[in-house]
Nanobody, 117 residues
Framework: QVQLVESGGGLVQPGESLRLSCAVS????????VGWYRQAPGKQRELVAR???????TYADSVKGRFTISRDNAKNQVYLQMNSLKPEDTAVYYC???????????WGQGTQVTVSS
């Protein structure tokens, strides 16, 4: 069974940094598209960053230049480096791995990021 576990969230002040990690088990990560989403209270889930299996990345306009998605296929890990955090970044962050051919997506339980002075 494929499982994803996010970690690394917490409470930080504006301008500080966090690195989120996503541990994937039950499948090989190398063939998957991976991504990070977030959902703030009262808002719809939004895509933050995505990396295709070939390494191409895309980011939401709101995080460009501040966030970086990366992956370590050998360790089955996905990361999101978040710099210069802003209060509007406050949300639950979710890791996602997709098999686009089979149209299957797997999700973790989320990790809370709170940015507050």
């Amino acid at each position: 069974q494929v499982q994803l576990v996010e970690s690394g969230g917490g409470l930080v002040q504006p301008g500080e940094s966090l690195r989120l990690s996503c541990a994937v088990s039950g499948t090989s990560l190398s063939i998957y598209t991976v991504g990070w989403y977030r959902q703030a209270p009262g808002k719809q889930r939004e895509l933050v960053a995505r990396m295709f299996s070939g390494g191409t990345t895309t980011y939401a306009d709101s995080v460009k230049g501040r966030f970086t998605i990366s992956r370590d296929n050998a360790k089955n890990q996905v990361y999101l480096q978040m710099n210069s955090l802003k209060p509007e970044d406050t949300a639950v962050y979710y890791c996602d791995v997709d098999n686009p051919v089979a149209a299957i997506s797997y999700w973790g339980q989320g990790t809370q990021v709170t940015v507050s002075s």
